[in-house]
């Protein structure tokens, strides 16, 4: 008896998808700096579609259908050109969404910079500065988000 794998394959990409795009927040400082960010929508496009490649590649005899495999591979290598120019170009970004991804952005500077081992008074000091600065910056954006969400 033949199984039909192909959706529990894009079923692993999908619940995949969600645990990649959430884990990629894990590292900010505070949950209210936490964003949707078109760019790491992007990147988790561009991580899924190697997944998807190695997935077909390792289990290859549970995914026999070329003609399925070969549109798979067609539709993951344009999803991917696509994405990628949509992300270098940051087409649909905007005043919102790009502090929306800034936010995140700034708060991973802020984590690093607060609990780094650093012992070097300088290094230091430019963390402390760094951690200043993000978190006066996030303020401003945060205040600036607000007001342009609120115009007619």
């Given at each position: 008896?033949?199984?039909?794998?192909?959706?529990?394959?894009?079923?692993?990409?999908?619940?995949?998808?969600?645990?990649?795009?959430?884990?990629?927040?894990?590292?900010?400082?505070?949950?209210?700096?936490?964003?949707?960010?078109?760019?790491?929508?992007?990147?988790?496009?561009?991580?899924?579609?190697?997944?998807?490649?190695?997935?077909?590649?390792?289990?290859?005899?549970?995914y026999p259908k070329r003609?399925?495999?070969?549109?798979i591979g067609g539709a993951?290598?344009?999803?991917?050109?696509?994405?990628?120019?949509?992300?270098?170009?940051?087409?649909?970004?905007?005043?919102?969404?790009?502090?929306?991804?800034?936010?995140?952005?700034?708060?991973?500077?802020?984590?690093?910079?607060?609990?780094?081992?650093?012992?070097?008074?300088?290094?230091?000091?430019?963390?402390?500065?760094?951690?200043?600065?993000?978190?006066?910056?996030?303020?401003?954006?945060?205040?600036?988000?607000?007001?342009?969400?609120?115009?007619?």
């Open positions: 008896m033949q199984h039909n794998h192909y959706p529990k394959f894009f079923l692993t990409l999908g619940v995949s998808f969600v645990v990649m795009y959430v884990v990629m927040y894990l590292n900010t400082y505070e949950w209210d700096h936490v964003y949707f960010s078109l760019m790491r929508f992007y990147m988790t496009c561009l991580m899924i579609v190697p997944m998807a490649f190695i997935m077909l590649g390792f289990m290859g005899s549970m003609w399925v495999n070969l549109f993951g290598t344009m999803l991917f050109v696509v994405v990628y120019f949509l992300m270098r170009t940051q087409s649909f970004v905007g005043d919102i969404r790009w502090m929306e991804a800034m936010i995140p952005h700034h708060s991973i500077a802020i984590l690093t910079s607060e609990r780094a081992n650093i012992q070097d008074p300088e290094v230091r000091k430019l963390a402390d500065d760094i951690i200043t600065a993000q978190k006066r910056e996030i303020g401003e954006m945060k205040q600036m988000i607000k007001r342009l969400k609120e115009q007619p």
